[in-house]
């Protein structure tokens, strides 16, 4: 069964902009358990645009699902932050630098030696690695070299291209996927995935571990409600 991990970067954004503490971003995470969600994710940027450093150790002190913190290793403030936590996992994202989000993965042969290193800091911690990777099989290949435990693939094409043509759409995704259970990763995904493109892309996945879900989520909850939304996201993982 898939995992849903709901990312709660928006609430942080949402609670920066008058900068107080409305909506309480620990409040949210743990309504976000209440309802059915199997972890709560992060992505802290250096800019802390949205979950701000000290969000992680409030949040590790309180959550009791699977805490997945998303972000730039090159960062060293980030590697502190997430040994500093141990969260369940940590998921190793290329970002550049003032990016508005994430929108690429890593190039894991290009930066296999870096990677090697950084998975052996963050495994040594007793952390899970995941690797954000697109959905190509030479980097999923790659990726398992590094000695990761899982990758992510990353799913804004597939999001995209779901309503021109889903068939098309997930045949990278499908290709990536049975390379990561040849070379024995595990699977993850993530971005732009939504109530939508969900459902057909955790059946034509196999294995999937965990989605980590954000913006569409909490934009949906807007008008349907977060326990709502939470239910029918876990419903779409069902099959
Ligand atoms: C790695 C990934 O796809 C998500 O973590 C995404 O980058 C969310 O970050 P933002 O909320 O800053 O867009
Ligand atoms: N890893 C993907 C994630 O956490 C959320 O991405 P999105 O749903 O905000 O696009």
């Not at 980097?139 to 398992?144: C, L, P």
Request: net charge negative.
């Amino acid at each position: 069964m898939t995992k849903l991990s709901v990312n709660i970067n928006k609430i942080a954004t949402l609670r920066n902009s008058r900068g107080g503490n409305n909506p309480d971003l620990i409040k949210v995470a743990l309504d976000c358990e209440r309802f059915g969600s199997e972890g709560i994710t992060v992505h802290p940027r250096p800019d802390e645009r949205h979950i701000r450093y000290q969000d992680v150790f409030d949040l590790k002190a309180r959550i009791a699902t699977e805490f997945n913190i998303e972000g730039n290793c090159r960062e060293q403030k980030f590697v502190d932050l997430v040994l500093a936590n141990k969260p369940a996992q940590v998921t190793l994202v290329p970002d550049a630098e003032g990016q508005i989000t994430s929108n690429h993965g890593w190039d894991t042969i290009k930066h296999k030696d870096y990677l090697k290193e950084m998975v052996s800091i963050f495994k040594s911690a007793g952390i899970r690695v995941s690797i954000f990777v697109d959905p190509v099989v030479e980097m999923v290949e790659a990726a398992a070299e590094s000695g990761t435990d899982r990758i992510e693939l990353y799913t804004e094409a597939y999001a995209h291209n779901y309503y021109d043509n889903r068939e098309k759409a997930i045949l990278p995704y499908i290709a990536a996927a049975h390379k990561a259970h040849e070379v024995g990763l595990g699977i993850n995904a993530g971005h732009d995935l939504d109530l939508h493109n969900l459902k057909y892309f955790a059946e034509s996945i196999p294995g999937l571990l965990e989605v980590s879900i954000g913006h569409a989520l909490i934009s949906d909850a807007l008008y349907l409600g977060l326990e709502n939304t939470i239910q029918l996201y876990l419903k779409q993982l069902k099959h």
